[in-house]
């Protein structure tokens, strides 16, 4: 259904039901990612998920904020990319301008502020590094 709306996703990607996918014409997913339940995916700006990765549920994805720094408060929009075979853990917020690099994990109830490096395992928040990640 949100192909119709302009989303580019996969065939065989998995979007739970009750995922909210605000502005999908931003959205892109690649082979079997899933988004679980209760997701927020705000896509005032670009947000694209690589191959294989896992967006667990009452997560955050946040593309809009505002500038602080005026009295307008004006909004401000930047791109969102999680990279392939990432898992981001129940409960997190991934904030305006971050990159997530390939097969990192996001531990529960973290709030990423800052990009991510490939094989990382972070959390907290702010969330810090905890260790690489080894696959074998």
């Given at each position: 259904?949100?192909?119709l709306f302009?989303a580019?996703?996969d065939?065989?990607?998995?979007?739970?039901?009750?995922?909210?996918?605000?502005?999908?014409?931003n959205?892109?997913?690649?082979n079997?990612?899933?988004?679980?339940e209760?997701?927020?995916?705000?896509?005032?700006?670009?947000?694209?998920i690589?191959?294989?990765?896992?967006?667990g549920?009452?997560?955050?994805l946040?593309t809009?904020s505002?500038?602080i720094?005026k009295?307008?408060?004006d909004?401000?929009?930047?791109?969102?990319?999680v990279?392939?075979?990432?898992?981001?853990?129940?409960a997190?917020?991934?904030l305006?301008?971050v990159?997530?690099?390939?097969?990192?994990?996001?531990?529960?109830n973290?709030?990423?502020c800052?990009?991510?490096?490939?094989?990382?395992?972070?959390g907290?928040n702010?969330?810090k590094?905890?260790?690489?990640?080894i696959i074998?």
């Amino acid at each position: 259904m949100v192909k119709l709306f302009g989303a580019q996703v996969d065939w065989n990607v998995s979007l739970h039901p009750t995922a909210i996918i605000d502005y999908p014409w931003n959205l892109k997913m690649k082979n079997r990612s899933s988004l679980g339940e209760h997701c927020w995916v705000y896509a005032m700006a670009p947000i694209s998920i690589g191959k294989l990765s896992c967006i667990g549920k009452d997560v955050y994805l946040l593309t809009g904020s505002h500038n602080i720094e005026k009295s307008t408060f004006d909004l401000v929009t930047k791109p969102i990319s999680v990279g392939d075979g990432c898992w981001i853990a129940t409960a997190s917020t991934v904030l305006p301008n971050v990159t997530i690099g390939d097969y990192s994990v996001i531990g529960a109830n973290s709030v990423i502020c800052k990009n991510v490096d490939s094989y990382c395992v972070v959390g907290g928040n702010p969330a810090k590094f905890i260790k690489r990640r080894i696959i074998k």
